[in-house]
């Protein structure tokens, strides 16, 4: 029965296969409702711990520069913080005003933590006023595809985001699965047999790179 006891944030974490809590929020792109937002889309929607920090303003900075490539896999941006319409806006002035980089995409303002919590952005071990470093890949039918979770202290890899952003939608595309260190190019891994008589077809296959009969990788054709 013990884990009738269970914080409320554990509780409300969602997870890989759930349907995306939907949510109304204030952004700096103005109001959205997520389950009506970027219809057709993939949605990368992602935490930081605080405006005006260090760590988080080099993330940030890391995906307005590389939004093309987001575009590029039809995908948008949704950023968050536990702060004020007003202090987003005052960052995004500052950065650009500094560094010439702009945040062009919405920025939730969650002062209320309602998106937060949620979303299991809220760690207490870690903090209970801050969001730790949470991302999430959420496809077009709003359901979460895959959850990356960091502390505050330490910044992500946008290369990683952007790999892990493809490879699931490769592999949705072509049904196939995706090895270690996969990039755009890579052979990929073709699903096992299920039967005696797609074993034989695999073993007859000479288009397959076959490390063994359950272990085959093949060139995706464009």
Known sequence: MEHMNAPESINLMPRIGDTAPDFEALTTKGKI???????????????????????????????????????????ELIGLSIDSIHAHLG???????????????????????KVSKRYGMLQPNE?????????????????????????????????????????????????VALPLDWKRGEKVIVPPPKTLDELNTRLADETLEKVDWYLAKKELQN
């Not at 929607?45 to 920090?53: N, R, V």
């Not at 801050?130 to 505050?152: G, N, S, W």
């Not at 330490?154 to 939608?169: F, K, S, W």
């Open 127 to 175: 903090s209970e006023t801050a969001a730790v470093r949470a991302v999430f890949f959420i496809d077009p039918a709003k359901k979460i595809r895959l959850i990356m979770y960091y502390p505050l202290n330490v910044g992500r890899n946008m290369d990683e985001i952007l790999r892990a952003l493809e490879a699931l939608q490769v592999s949705d595309k072509h049904r």
């Open 91 to 113: 960052w995004v002035q500052n950065v650009r005003e500094n560094t010439g980089v702009y945040f062009d995409f919405p920025i939730i303002a969650d002062l209320d933590m």
């Open 33 to 75: 409702k997520f389950s009506e937002f970027a219809p057709d889309k993939w949605v990368v929607l992602f935490s930081h711990p605080a405006d005006f920090t260090p760590v988080c303003t080099t993330e940030m900075s890391g995906f307005a520069q590389r939004k093309a490539e987001f575009d590029a896999l039809n995908t």
